[in-house]
């Protein structure tokens, strides 16, 4: 079933590895600036800033540990993850970025 929306979307998604590697989806780079720092480069600019969410993947990390989303823009995202001290972390995750 095809997603229904009341405006014409472009949709990324994706799953990258704590090491920074993408390992799910298309249409985006991932570049580890630093511990628990990503940027996900899009390879087509969204129109307008697009709405990013992020979470974390798998099921051994603690509730407290997170991923957060920074400095969106029509090219490009960073995605903070950290451990459950609330310390910049590598993190495996998930992100959906629509606009």
């Known amino acids: ?3 229904e929306a009341y405006e014409n979307l472009q949709i990324v998604r994706g799953t990258v590895a704590a090491d920074g590697t993408r390992t799910a989806g298309y249409g985006f780079k991932v570049t580890k600036i630093s511990a628990g720092t990503y940027t996900l480069t899009f390879n ?3 129109v ?3 709405s990013v ?3 974390l993947d798998g099921d051994s990390w603690s509730l407290l540990d997170n991923a957060h989303v920074t400095g969106a823009t029509t090219e490009r995202v960073t995605v903070r993850t950290g451990n459950s001290d609330g310390v910049v972390a590598d993190r495996p995750f998930h992100f959906v970025a629509m606009g």
């Open 1 to 3: 079933m095809a997603i």
């Open 44 to 46: 087509n600019d969204f």
């Open 53 to 55: 969410v992020a979470t």
């Open 48 to 50: 307008e800033k697009p």
